[in-house]
Nanobody, 118 residues
Framework: QVQLVESGGGLVQPGGSLRLSCAAS???????MGWYRQPPGKQREMVATATSEGNTNYAESVKGRFTISRDNAENTVLLQMNGLKPEDTAIYYC?????????????WGQGTQVTVSS
């Protein structure tokens, strides 16, 4: 089992930057990692993912502004967020996913609040 702890959220003005960090309790090298967010009153949505091979994918709404990176040696996943907009306001969650014996095994962190407001 992997426990995930997010940090780095907070209040930032439009156009500002934040860096979110996800610390795992164990090795993440075999996991596909991702950042998801849930805006107020809306469904949770994918923001960015990074596979165990290092391939990345981004939601269209954050392309060119957000960057996901992973450090398998430190068991951490980062989300660098630049050019923040009010619509980026959400609780941001870290997720780890892997296949084991044909089953999808996933773990979520508890989330960190990001608020973009002037």
């Amino acid at each position: 089992q992997v426990q995930l702890v997010e940090s780095g959220g907070g209040l930032v003005q439009p156009g500002g930057s934040l860096r979110l960090s996800c610390a795992a309790s164990g090795s993440i090298s075999i996991y596909n990692m991702g950042w998801y967010r849930q805006p107020p009153g809306k469904q949770r949505e994918m923001v960015a993912t990074a596979t165990s091979e290092g391939n990345t994918n981004y939601a269209e709404s954050v392309k060119g502004r957000f960057t996901i990176s992973r450090d398998n040696a430190e068991n951490t996943v980062l989300l660098q967020m630049n050019g923040l907009k009010p619509e980026d306001t959400a609780i941001y969650y870290c997720k780890a996913v892997r296949l084991r014996s044909g089953l999808v095994i996933s773990y979520w962190g508890q989330g960190t609040q990001v608020t973009v407001s002037s």
